[in-house]
């Protein structure tokens, strides 16, 4: 354990962080070629008729600078079906057997919030990010009732063990919680878990709680949108076109219109649910704000930004004027190093902003703990607290030569770890703990 008790991951999921606990792991890959080694050795202490499922690739931190192709995994895993997730979860590799049990072949349309890479014949190469991506993760098997509990307990205990007592799933479904309320029942959920939900499994949500009783462990949080992609996909929507861009989308793709994002907002406001939406590039950022404003006051509930992981300084003060909570992974930057580098120099400045926030906040009359919250997006990367600290108190990694992004934004170790407790430890530990943490190094 950490040490340090009593936190909260405000931003993961739950079961697909036990899934990753049960599959190829490729966080530390250091290179395409490994990641190829791992899933032939997966393969060959894998029956013939199940999936070989590898996630946590970091392909722009590989000398390579791509995931695997088609062809490669059918090679590498005897030709069964293979999907390598990158570690963002908004793109993968799939081979040859695995596109065609999605459906995917050279007559298959890019979707409007999707993208199928192509080679110069127009054959998909295997590589899809966002929408072609969940197309996939929609064909791949899915975990049977007893897996998924599994998946669970797994990833609960991994959780309690690193001192958390409190998280926030951001794709919540009527099975998840399904799932919660049998161990829970069984007097085995140590956790607290608030519950969002993405607009297609809202209503089913919503409706599991109206009719079960639950214990004060499992909440309804309220709504989860998605306004863009990821910087590592370069779908994350940027104000300025990125160093290295995908053809036709140099600033990334904005997955919701304005007054798409109004007609959800209306909704949840309306019967007082939470709204959390996904914005990591600045544009996106920029554009949800616009949208929170619309929302009118008063405002019984909160307003969540996910990651904004890149915010324009004409921005930040915007967060505490209307009280919107930045839901942050500091802990992204040190997977992140390369990309920022490589794909968004002239916005590094920019980058995981988290004292500028702070101190925007308390400029504001708020505890920083009041607006800004850590979390992990695990399985994105591991819930490790030490790497939330690591992240946004040296801005780099914890080796020598690891170059440091935006310094300027670094933050006391105390403010940090205050920034991921949950509120109940706050309280116990007195609220003059807040304005001692406000101080930086």
Not at 21 to 36: G, I, N, R, T
Not at 56 to 82: D, F, I, K, N, Y
Not at 417 to 429: G, K, Q, T
Request: charged share 25%.
């Amino acid at each position: 354990m950490s040490g340090h008790g009593g936190l909260r991951d405000a931003h993961l999921h739950l079961a697909e962080h036990g899934a990753y606990l049960s599959a190829v792991h490729l966080h530390d890959c250091p290179s395409l070629d490994d990641c190829l080694a791992r899933i032939t050795r997966a393969a060959a202490e894998t029956p013939r008729d199940r999936w070989i499922i590898a996630r946590g690739a970091r392909a722009q931190a590989w000398p390579q600078l791509r995931l695997p192709v088609a062809q490669e995994l059918h090679r590498a895993s005897g030709g069964r079906p293979t999907v390598v997730v990158g570690f963002d979860h908004h793109s993968c590799a799939a081979s040859h057997a695995a596109l065609a049990a999605a459906g995917i072949d050279r007559d298959t349309p890019d979707s409007p919030d999707g993208i199928i890479e192509r080679d110069h014949l127009g054959a998909p190469t295997g590589v899809l990010l966002e929408g072609a991506h969940k197309r996939m993760l929609d064909a791949m098997p899915a975990p049977s009732d007893s897996e998924f509990e599994e998946h669970l307990i797994r990833a609960q205990q991994d959780l309690l063990r690193q001192g958390f007592v409190e998280v926030h799933d951001m794709m919540a479904s009527a099975r998840l919680a399904d799932a919660l309320h049998a161990i829970d029942l069984r007097g085995e959920l140590g956790l607290t878990v608030v519950l969002f939900a993405t607009p297609d499994k809202f209503d089913a949500l919503r409706a599991w709680f109206a009719t079960t009783r639950t214990s004060a462990k499992i909440r309804f949080g309220g709504l989860k949108l998605f306004l863009d992609g990821t910087l590592n996909s370069r779908t994350a929507a940027m104000l300025h076109p990125y160093a290295d861009p995908i053809t036709d989308h140099p600033r990334g793709t904005l997955l919701c219109t304005g007054h798409e994002l109004d007609r959800f907002c209306a909704r949840a406001a309306s019967e007082g649910f939470d709204i959390a939406t996904h914005a990591i590039g600045d544009a996106a950022v920029r554009q949800m704000l616009d949208a929170y404003a619309r929302v009118p006051a008063p405002r019984p509930f909160r307003l969540r930004i996910e990651h904004a992981q890149f915010v324009d300084p004409a921005d930040l003060p915007r967060f505490a004027g209307m009280g919107v909570v930045a839901s942050v992974q500091p802990c992204h930057l040190l997977t992140d190093i390369e990309a920022v580098h490589r794909l968004v120099p002239h916005r590094e400045r920019c980058a995981f902003p988290v004292r500028s926030l702070v101190e925007s906040a308390v400029a504001a009359g708020f505890r920083p703990e009041d607006l800004v919250w850590f979390g992990s997006d695990t399985p994105v990367v591991p819930p490790a607290p030490a790497d939330n600290i690591q992240a946004s108190v040296r801005r780099r990694r914890n080796t020598p030569d690891s170059p440091a992004v935006a310094p300027e934004q670094a933050i006391s170790e105390d403010l940090a770890w205050s920034l991921m407790r949950s509120p109940l430890a706050h309280a116990a530990v007195g609220r003059d703990e807040a304005s001692v943490a406000s101080g930086s190094e």
